[in-house]
T-cell receptor
Framework: NAGVTQTPKFQVLKTGQSMTLQCAQD?????MSWYRQDPGMGLRLIHY???????DQGEVPNGYNVSRSTTEDFPLRLLSAAPSQTSVYFC????????????????FGPGTRLTVL | GIQVEQSPPDLILQEGANSTLRCNFS?????LQWFHQNPWGQLINLFY???GTKQNGRLSATTVATERYSLLYISSSQTTDSGVYFC?????????????FGQGTRLTINP
């Protein structure tokens, strides 16, 4: 298993440009999520999905869109990039949401480092 | 919302030393997870521990849910233990798992 993969690893955008960060998992996990990590801070939840066709907002959703058409893929779209969106973005997945270590343990991708000029 | 505080923010130790990292949270939680972010940025889950004690090799963790804190113990530290350690909690009654992370403890193990 490749686990959770993210592309690209690095990206530089100009203010106002749009782009899509890709995330895929091959573990047949129902739950997927996107986080951003800013310097010296922990991770903050942007959006999450509990299954194909179902998405919802996290703590910091403004400026981002998501969709989940398949179990495997959960892309994050930046509609009009702003310098405040300069960050490292992590995608994560877990088996599902029911209680218990096996089902709830989060697996993270390697991250995408995004700079908006 | 729930507050998660980790201490100390930074910890510098010599190889072979033991360390204790603390995570305090301000409300009840469904679950608590500890993560290690290595110097290359990769996040690895260490423990899923909403309550009780677990051990995995040189690492162990204890969560006292009634007193709203968790401890991560690292014994006989190695340079590969360096990185940032995060705890993350999932508050209840939200309809879905929404992890809230602390700001992390940066651990540096010198040879």
């Amino acid at each position: 298993n490749a686990g959770v993969t993210q592309t690209p690893k690095f990206q530089v955008l100009k203010t106002g440009q749009s782009m899509t960060l890709q995330c895929a998992q091959d573990m047949n996990h129902e739950y997927m999520s996107w986080y951003r990590q800013d310097p010296g801070m922990g991770l903050r939840l942007i959006h999450y999905s509990v299954g194909a066709g179902i998405t919802d907002q996290g703590e910091v959703p403004n400026g981002y869109n998501v969709s989940r058409s398949t179990t495997e893929d959960f892309p994050l779209r930046l509609l009009s990039a702003a310098p405040s969106q300069t960050s490292v973005y992590f995608c994560a997945s877990s088996q599902d949401q029911t209680s218990g270590a096996v089902r709830n343990t989060q697996y993270f991708g390697p991250g995408t480092r995004l700079t908006v000029l | 919302g729930i507050q998660v505080e980790q201490s100390p923010p930074d910890l510098i130790l010599q190889e072979g030393a033991n360390s204790t990292l603390r995570c305090n949270f301000s409300d009840s939680v469904n679950n608590l997870q500890w993560f290690h972010q290595n110097p290359w940025g990769q996040l690895i889950n260490l423990f899923y521990i909403p309550s009780g004690t677990k051990q995995n090799g040189r690492l162990s963790a204890t969560t006292v849910a009634t007193e709203r804190y968790s401890l991560l113990y690292i014994s006989s530290s190695q340079t590969t233990d360096s990185g940032v350690y995060f705890c993350a909690v999932d508050p209840p009654f939200q309809g879905a798992q929404k992890l809230v992370f602390g700001q992390g403890t940066r651990l540096t193990i010198n040879p």
